[in-house]
């Protein structure tokens, strides 16, 4: 009987990442970045459904591209995970490093395990400090590796001169519309985004309670076009 070919480790694990990469590239880009009084979470999705951004638990959002069954069984548990730490303990205990840290885990495993395919998925938790110097994006990739940061994130495909845009014109202090729509322009291949295309959410600071996640209507992003500021 033949023996198997031999796959060296770190040939195998690139194909692993080839693979997972590809999955994730083939879904439309979100972007996630800080604005006024804000995190905000914009993806191009016709879908209603089918959401690509959600809220973990009170001032702690969450947003992912690649295959929908993945992702969402990565949110759920993230819920789950978040409700069952703040019954134990409390409710300001449930921090996105600590989700982050999770969701580590589990996509590093499943990454480095050979009885699994890998998640075809990047996920970003956002999470609302308590000022704004506290606001933080976390990006987790299909391997389990993770970024942080203050500055705009992008998940899935988007073109270095486009995240150049980004990170020049959206910034910390920009208005709500203002940002809508830069994110906008960056996601869209023409140069007039159709809003009816995008799903917008957003970690609001002005909000009062001890919820902060908001998804906006599509009449509410629409009017960001029609009266722009």
Request: charged share 25%; proline share 5%.
């Amino acid at each position: 009987m033949s023996m198997p070919a031999y796959v060296p480790p770190d040939q195998w694990m690139r194909d692993r990442a080839e693979y997972a990469r590809r999955g994730v590239t083939r879904g439309r880009a979100v972007v996630v970045a800080r604005c006024a009084d804000a995190v905000i979470m914009v993806a191009q999705n016709p879908s209603r459904t089918l959401r690509k951004t959600s809220e973990i638990h009170d001032r702690i959002g969450f947003a992912a591209v690649g295959r929908y069954h993945e992702f969402e069984r990565l949110r759920v548990a993230g819920i789950r995970e978040a409700d069952l730490r703040a019954y134990a303990y409390d409710h300001l205990d449930v921090t996105g490093l600590g989700l982050v840290g999770t969701y580590s885990q589990v996509l590093g495993a499943i990454y480095s395990n050979p009885a699994e395919k890998p998640y075809e998925v990047d996920i970003a938790i956002a999470e609302l400090g308590l000022k704004p110097s506290g606001d933080r994006i976390y990006k987790i990739s299909f391997d389990g590796s993770v970024t942080d940061g203050t500055s705009p994130t992008v998940l899935g495909a988007l073109s270095a001169d486009r995240i150049d845009t980004l990170n020049e014109f959206l910034t910390e202090t920009s208005p709500l519309d203002e940002a809508v729509r830069c994110a906008a322009a960056a996601l869209s291949a023409s140069s007039e985004p159709d809003p009816e295309d995008l799903e917008v959410s957003l970690l609001d600071r002005r909000t009062g309670g001890r919820r902060t996640f908001r998804r906006l209507s599509q009449t509410q992003i629409q009017a960001f076009w029609k009266d722009p500021a």
